[in-house]
């Protein structure tokens, strides 16, 4: 007669057995693991850790348009952003410009041969990851004004009593005073209508040497030779 093994064993080979059959249930449905399996089942590793995105570079500030030849020029933008190391480009810098490539800053003296309007003009800054510009603007470089005139002449001449024939003068009307910056250029002129005055102060004169004549006219309208030549350094 057999001997009859112990159950356990059994009980051993038939969880042996079953774990090669499908996981299927009398249905026909699929089993779901039991807990030691899903435990045993590896879980998905963590997304590593976004970088902070980067803050925007902003430039602000006006610059000016014109300036006076053989005057200062600065222009200073201002810049903010999160951080970063920022630079700064220039685009159709003047030739009479220097730029700062560590501050944005755009300064110059225009000489008068720089007088005109200046081509576009962008200045740019950027930490790397964005970026900020101001422009494109332009600048006119304006002439200097003219000095103030400030000075004067003052003339005196001796009213004639004879025609160039050595006749007595008849119908004298009064005198023009010619004067200009040169012996050959005196353009500007300044009628005295009075015979009797033989003085007068030429003012409103700019700074340099001015040339002095005066010729008489009678009442036909005709001339008499000029006068000797004086002049002045105002």
């Excluded at 089942?41 to 000016?64: D, F, I, R």
């Excluded at 009797?196 to 040339?211: D, K």
Aim: glycine share 12%; proline share 10%; hydrophobic share 35%.
């Amino acid at each position: 007669m057999q001997a009859v093994r112990p159950f356990k064993t059994l009980l051993w080979l038939s969880a042996l057995l079953l774990a090669g059959l499908p996981l299927t249930g009398c249905g026909g449905g699929t089993v779901s693991p039991t807990a030691s399996e899903a435990a045993a089942t590896p879980a998905s590793a963590p997304a590593p850790p976004q970088a902070p995105a980067a803050t925007p570079v902003e430039l602000t500030g006006t610059p000016a348009t014109s300036v006076t030849a053989g005057q200062n020029y600065m222009f200073q933008p201002t810049v903010s952003q999160g951080g970063g190391v920022i630079t700064f480009s220039v685009q159709g810098q003047p030739n009479w410009a220097t730029f700062n490539a560590k501050t944005g800053e755009l300064t110059g003296t225009p000489a008068p041969v720089n007088e005109g309007k200046t081509g576009l003009i962008i200045i740019t800054a950027t930490n790397g990851s964005t970026s900020s510009s101001i422009g494109p603007f332009t600048i006119a470089v304006n002439a200097p004004s003219a000095p103030p005139a400030t000075g004067s002449a003052t003339l005196s001449w001796t009213e004639p009593t004879e025609n160039t024939d050595g006749t007595p003068i008849t119908g004298l009307a009064g005198y023009h005073i010619y004067y200009g910056t040169s012996e050959g250029a005196m353009s500007t002129t300044i009628t005295v209508a009075s015979p009797t005055e033989t003085s007068y102060v030429v003012t409103g004169l700019a700074p340099g040497t001015y040339y002095f004549t005066v010729v008489a006219y009678n009442t036909a309208g005709v001339d008499s030779p000029q006068s000797n030549l004086a002049n002045k350094t105002i």
